[in-house]
């Protein structure tokens, strides 16, 4: 019966991708499998010749043998050995068409580069590179890329960038840095567009801790009662001074708020933190601590 099942969802795949029906009625179970099997691998070649974003998301997130690399890669006539970047693109709502058109004419397909959608709100750009070209023109290109979709689509994208890849079988190993560039940026440095995935900062090193170190340093400031946040408004205030490098001149006159006002937050956070954040190393202190506690909420919601 599961293989009966797994038979007549494989000849719906067969029809939706190439518009052929076909009927087949294998006599026993092992023909059956076999059938199954066979029409699969049909399917699979099917997409392997019409979609070479298929090819380059498996390539992306699968484990597949250098040889089958070379042999799919030659039969969809994609170049093995080149030098690329990949750039994976987050949109703040879905990918609509408006979207892709732009991206298209950013990255006309006789440049070799690729638009691989990932998921609803997420694509990859695969993009060939100039032996000229170095990091600083590629931070330039995701630049021009968020200020194109801000401008002509009116959407708020982030984008994370990789290192400069040689081959196709490095793929796999730059999809993982700019997703884990990604998932970095939005949690700690949200404020920013751009990701490369050499500089995380101190943000990678908190992402990589286990909860219960995480945890055990909120102890040490927080004591036994440790906040899942800091409010927002006292949050803003203690970034903006930290922005400008602990100056409670020039933060307040930003945040047209009394100069009193900004030092009476500061008294309070420190009363209830014992961190004087007008001293270098408490303000870097609370800072870590404030992030920790980001990442931390963030785990417990996912």
């Known amino acids: 019966m599961e293989h009966t099942t797994e038979l007549k969802s494989a000849l719906n795949e067969l029809r939706r991708l190439t518009g052929i029906t076909m009927e087949t009625a294998p006599d ?5 499998e076999r059938t199954v099997t066979q029409i699969r691998y049909l399917c699979t070649a099917y997409k392997e010749k019409y979609n070479k974003h298929h090819f380059l998301k498996s390539l992306m997130t699968d484990t597949i043998s250098s040889m089958e690399i070379a042999d799919r890669a030659q039969r969809l006539h994609i170049e093995q050995e080149e030098r690329r970047v990949l750039l994976l693109l987050e949109i703040k709502g879905t990918l609509e068409d408006t979207i892709i058109e732009i991206l298209k004419h950013l990255f006309p397909s006789q440049t070799k580069s690729y638009l691989i959608p990932i998921t609803d709100n997420s694509l990859a750009i695969l993009k060939p590179l100039r032996d000229t070209e170095n990091e600083s023109e590629i931070s330039y290109l995701a630049h021009t890329i968020v200020a194109t979709l ?18 196709l079988a490095e793929l796999a190993e730059a999809y993982r840095e700019t997703s884990l560039a990604l998932s970095v940026g939005k949690l700690f440095y949200s404020e920013q567009t751009v990701f490369p995935h050499n500089r995380l900062g101190i943000g990678q090193l908190i992402y990589r801790l286990p909860v219960s170190v995480c945890e055990h340093f909120l102890a040490e400031i927080f ?73 931390l909420q963030t785990e417990r919601i996912s």
């Open 223 to 295: 004591g036994s009662d440790i906040p899942d946040s800091i409010e927002e408004e006292t949050a803003a205030t203690i970034n903006r001074f930290l922005q400008n490098n602990l100056n409670i001149a020039e933060t307040a006159r930003q945040l047209h708020m009394h100069r009193n006002t900004l030092i009476y937050r500061l008294e309070q956070m420190e009363k209830r933190t014992g961190l004087d954040l007008r001293k270098f190393e408490d303000a870097m202190i609370f800072k870590i601590a404030s992030m920790i506690m980001n990442y």
């Open 28 to 32: 026993t179970p092992e023909e059956l």
């Open 150 to 167: 801000n401008t002509e689509a009116l959407t708020s994208v982030q984008i994370a960038y990789s290192r400069v890849i040689n081959h």
